[in-house]
């Protein structure tokens, strides 16, 4: 149980386009998702929570006219990066909370591992 | 604010021999606790967690954890090491407001020897 998918795994894309990235909770429903971005080598740095029907919350410093997040649904929730650069290729990472998780435990995609040309 | 340290990159250990990846805490309330590991261009695993009840905790793939609060520690820790455990760990703390967000150490990352 508790299994989250991300989609696409990975994805090239020419400077100036936009990217969508799909985070699905497939066996559980999740009240809140969570963005990570990580660079080589290093932590996770959280970019936005986003709960189901509300706009996201973003983190300090992360812009969110240029990572847009909508949580359509307790399965879905999706990262769009718009007018990609190459500065914004990066590993990014999603995660969600159960509703029923008391203790604040998060699943965590795969990954999709984005490079803008 | 709530924070986790790592205080070590890297950690080698020869297969067979115990490990321990350290992680030591600031919390504000209770600590929720929480240990992670990544492989390589993958998503994160979950490992195991300290709520509450026996400091000594029981996780995923033969690890486990010791809460220490004097010490406010939480290290990772495994008697036998594989060399299949190289991978990177993550420590991380509940964020006790708001949405409840995860606050998530630097990572160590783990060599196992064969």
């Known amino acids: 149980g508790a299994v989250v998918s991300q989609h696409p795994s990975r994805v090239i894309c020419k400077s100036g386009t936009s990217v969508k990235i799909e985070c699905r909770s497939l066996?559980?429903?999740?009240?809140?998702m969570f963005w990570y971005r990580q660079f080589p080598k290093k932590s996770l740095m959280l970019m936005a929570t986003s709960n189901e029907g509300s706009k996201a919350t973003y983190e300090q410093g992360v812009e969110k006219d240029k990572f847009l997040i909508n949580h359509a649904s307790l399965t879905l929730s999706t990262l769009t990066v718009t007018s990609a650069h190459p500065e914004d290729s990066s590993f990014y990472i999603c995660?969600?909370?159960?509703?029923?998780?008391?203790?604040?435990?998060?699943?965590f995609g795969p990954g999709t591992r984005l490079t803008v040309t | 604010a709530q924070s986790v340290a790592q205080p070590e990159d890297q950690v080698n250990v020869a297969e067979g021999n115990p490990l321990t990846v350290k992680c030591t805490y600031s919390v504000s309330g209770n600590p929720y606790l929480f240990w992670y590991v990544q492989y390589p261009n993958r998503g994160l695993q979950f490992l195991l967690k300290?709520?509450?009840?026996?400091?000594l905790v029981k996780g995923s793939y033969g690890f486990e954890a010791e809460f220490n609060k004097s010490q406010t520690s939480f290290h990772l820790k495994k008697p036998s090491a594989l060399v299949s455990d190289s991978a990177l760990y993550f420590c991380?703390?509940?964020?006790?407001?708001?949405?409840?967000?995860?606050?998530f150490g630097t990572g160590t990352r783990l060599l196992v020897s064969p």
């Open positions: 300290y709520i509450t009840g026996d400091n």
């Open positions: 991380a703390v509940r964020d006790n407001t708001g949405f409840q967000k995860l606050v």
């Open positions: 066996d559980f429903q999740a009240t809140t």
């Open positions: 995660s969600a909370r159960s509703l029923t998780s008391g203790s604040g435990e998060q699943y």
